[in-house]
T-cell receptor, first 116, second 117 residues
């Protein structure tokens, strides 16, 4: 079974640019969450999407947005990039029953974003 | 809001020995999940072990076990018979049992574990 996949693996952008990161969940998982992991820190929650709706949002500015597609894959968009946006962006998928995550979140390998 | 604290930025252990990683958390909820995740240099976050707060029995997965002290809000990970492949960053994480909080993992800052041959 394929795990969570993310693309691209690495990305280099300059300040002020826009970036789109992509994630495909494990087959059968309808929930996708995004996390930002700055070097030397634990991951921080950005968004959670379930059935194409945003169900949770962390303390991130409006420059960060996301969406989920009918096939449950997801995109994370970041506008007006800042140096501080340089980080590993992790995607995780999980099963949901009702409105509750019923098992652990399975993580993808991440996208390393460098902003110059 | 929940917080997770890992007070040991780095730890080292001799191969085949035992090491314990510490984690404390703060929450007003009575039911929740706690996790230990491993992140090797390859970056893939891998679940090591999970503990449900309503279960008094400590979780065990092969060489990995936890010491869950609910009243003290402490959740330590013990690795027995350490192997070179155990070298990684280890993160303690919290998740609510139900509702919107169940979508979000709250992580500690991590402990870097080195295994000495």
């Amino acid at each position: 079974d394929a795990g969570v996949t993310q693309s691209p693996t690495h990305l280099i952008k300059t300040r002020g640019q826009h970036v789109t990161l992509r994630c495909s969940p494990i087959s059968g998982h309808k929930s996708v969450s995004w996390y930002q992991q700055v070097l030397g820190q634990g991951p921080q929650f950005i968004f959670q999407y379930y059935e194409k709706e945003e169900r949770g949002r962390g303390n991130f500015p409006d420059r960060f947005s996301a969406r989920q597609f009918p096939n449950y894959s997801s995109e994370l968009n970041v506008n007006a990039l800042l140096l501080g946006d340089s980080a590993l962006y992790l995607c995780a998928s999980s099963l949901v029953l009702g409105l509750t995550v019923v098992n652990e979140q399975f993580f993808g390998p991440g996208t390393r974003l460098t902003v110059l | 809001a929940q917080t997770v604290t890992q007070s040991q930025p780095e730890m080292s252990v001799q191969e085949a020995e035992t090491v314990t990683l510490s984690c404390t958390y703060d929450t007003s909820e009575s039911d929740y999940y706690l996790f230990w995740y491993k992140q090797p240099p390859s970056r893939q976050m891998i679940l090591v072990i999970r503990q449900e707060a309503y279960k008094q029995q400590n979780a065990t997965e092969n060489r990995f076990s936890v010491n869950f002290q609910k009243a003290a809000k402490s959740f330590s990970l013990k690795i027995s018979d350490s192997q070179l492949g155990d070298a990684a960053m280890y993160f303690c994480a919290y998740r609510s049992l139900s509702g919107a909080g169940s979508y979000q993992l709250t992580f500690g800052k991590g402990t870097k574990l080195s295994v000495i041959p």
